[in-house]
């Protein structure tokens, strides 16, 4: 009951992502959270290059991926989806990468810009320590509300 | 010179992959590689599940991307652009999911469709224990040759 | 009822296309259709160009989008869908273009690779008559069976 | 020269595009056009349905594709590669299908995000009569421009 409030669960949110093992593994940190929208960073390491010397674009496509999922969790679609044992799917996801990073740290800003009954839509962009665009992603999020 | 040797160059990627620490972060393996084709694999651990316990979307997507390059190694077109101090570049990364995993190992096959003098065409498959498709990839690759 | 036979419902397909006024507009033909695939053609016109004077990429889209479309008539997922009043949507198109078109017939081949029970994904190649490919196309398909 | 002021170039792509014989097959309006962006419409008409009675998925991709075209006309890096006899394509379009359009006006708001020596990226919004969202697109424009 109180758990609903938002800042209950946001509070829950931070919490969670601190200690979870995948988000530790890759050195995935939560900024901030709202509704629709997630603010999450990741940090340069060298285990985390490409042969090329560059950071993996897998490191950023998980950026991105994560990014989008903390976005729906204050959502009250995302609530019903819970209260129903429904469930939400991210099914396709795109990455265009536009400048390599090399250092610092990297900022994922992620909004979902259409959430249907059955489908939703998110985007998100990724910048460097300079604020330059690193990568823009998509994705997309199927919703199964089970209906009571 | 005798290093170019198919044989020479294809132990030589094993060797690497082997000991590169992103690829030992996260468990990739290359299984087998031939110009423009590769098979990688990657195991299921507690510390790559998304935090609705099956493997995060992230992993599944840094598979298919670094296939799709151990794919380009092998190929004469890579070996130009080393040899023009050119480059090549995963631009665009696209990801389907189609099925969770939760145990096993998944495989990657990473093939290069298309191959053109500015730019490069790939595309995957993830298969689980069972053969069932798990996602499917596609990537454009932006290709660098130096004149001389 | 025996309008249900593949011979019947083949037949059908043909004539429909054969009158559709969209199809008309802008010359699509179609060539063959099993379930889950398809054949199509599209004549190049001095009124299907852009400005640069090659066959416009919108039409190739449309080509792609269409020619996925009949690959899905003759499915048994279709005709269910059909019975229950339910719905099939493309909700995602993307194409890659490979070679611009200046002249001739191309070619679509259309293939529904997964066809699940919320979920559709297929592909296609369009080459020319050269038998070159010309774009490559993917595009995700919502399945909506009402259940009785 | 003076064809080179925003105002002579502007005036003489209105005219091109009223003129231009794929526009008027589909019905394509240019509405208003500045380097990076423009606007764009397209009318409902029953020859524009696809067999479920509603505009034809190939017509919005076109709508999309045509304004993103149209929003680099403008560009100083547009005029540098007529200069240089170098070439823009696109090289890949997706398209994200929000809702079905069955009368009235679409329109298209297309922007250039990116522009690099090599590749831009562009986006694009269709909104229907009411505002609401119909259609996103995303594009990837190749740019080679000669160096003299």
Redesign the interface.
Known sequence: MTERTPETLKRRLFE?AKE???F???GFELVDVEPKWSKTQLTFR??????NGVM????I??????SI?QAMLMTDEYQRVRDTKGSM??????????R?VSDGKITCEARI??L?R??G?ASAVVTNDHGK?VA?G?S?I?V?IKDA
């Open positions: 969670f979870f093992p995948f530790k593994l890759i060298p285990d985390l290059r490409n042969p993996h674009g897998g490191v496509a998980t950026l991105i991926d994560a999922a799917t991210s099914v396709d996801l795109r990455v265009r990468y536009l390599p810009s259409h249907g059955r489908i839509h665009d823009i998509e997309i199927m199964d």
